[in-house]
Each structure stands twice: as structure tokens, then as C-alpha cells.
């Protein structure tokens, strides 16, 4: 697959959001109009650059977060859990952790 070739202004948009990610800023938004370029933007960030996807992102942790609450620990063991797991850095396992002994203590997790 050959890369895409990025008109000016949207390898300024990368530059952009390179920066705003190096400023360890958690959330962005990218409006531009319908033919813009937003999924090209993101393709070329994402894969070219690591700096764009290189935090788990916060859904996942949620997501196994929803699923031990739902039905406590054993959720870690489910596939769908695990798959997640994998996906997740040494920040958002640490995130993970803190958050169950939390839920632990507090006498919420069955």
C-alpha cells in the first residue's frame, strides 16, 4: 500500500496535532469540512507517527472497567477483557489497578 500524499494544509494539520500531543494534551478535536482530508489527517498520523497512538486510549480502560463492575473480577479472565489487556501501556494498567483496589475498599466489587 503506497501512502497517501498529504496536501499542505493537511500536513500542517499533523505538524498540529504532533505538537499538541507532545504538549501531552489528552483530547483534540479536528474540524474541517466534508472532503477535508480528517480520515487521510488521521491515517497518516496514526501510522506514520507513533507519538499519535502511542497512550492507550481512555475507552479501553473503561471498557474493562465497565466489565469488572458488571461482573467483578472473573472479567478479567474473558477473552474480550484479555484482548483489551493486551492493548493497554504500563500507565493505563497502573490506572487499572488503583482503580480496582478502589472499588475493592470501598466494598463495590463483588
Do not use: H, W
Not at 11 to 26: F, G, M, Q
Not at 52 to 61: H, I, P
Not at 84 to 103: G, P, Y
Amino acid at each position: 500500500m503506497t501512502p497517501a500524499v498529504l496536501r499542505s494544509y493537511q500536513t500542517d494539520v499533523v505538524a498540529e496535532i504532533e505538537s499538541e500531543i507532545a504538549a501531552n494534551k489528552k483530547k483534540l478535536l479536528l474540524l474541517a469540512p466534508a472532503g477535508g482530508g480528517k480520515t487521510v489527517v488521521f491515517c497518516e498520523g496514526s501510522c506514520a507517527n507513533p507519538s499519535f497512538c502511542d497512550r492507550t486510549q481512555q475507552t479501553t480502560v473503561e471498557a474493562i472497567m465497565f466489565a469488572i463492575r458488571a461482573r467483578g473480577v472473573a472479567a478479567l479472565k474473558e477473552p474480550a477483557t484479555m484482548e483489551r489487556l493486551s492493548r493497554c501501556d504500563a500507565a493505563a494498567l497502573a490506572q487499572i489497578d488503583q482503580r480496582i483496589t478502589k472499588l475493592r475498599q470501598s466494598g463495590r466489587l463483588r
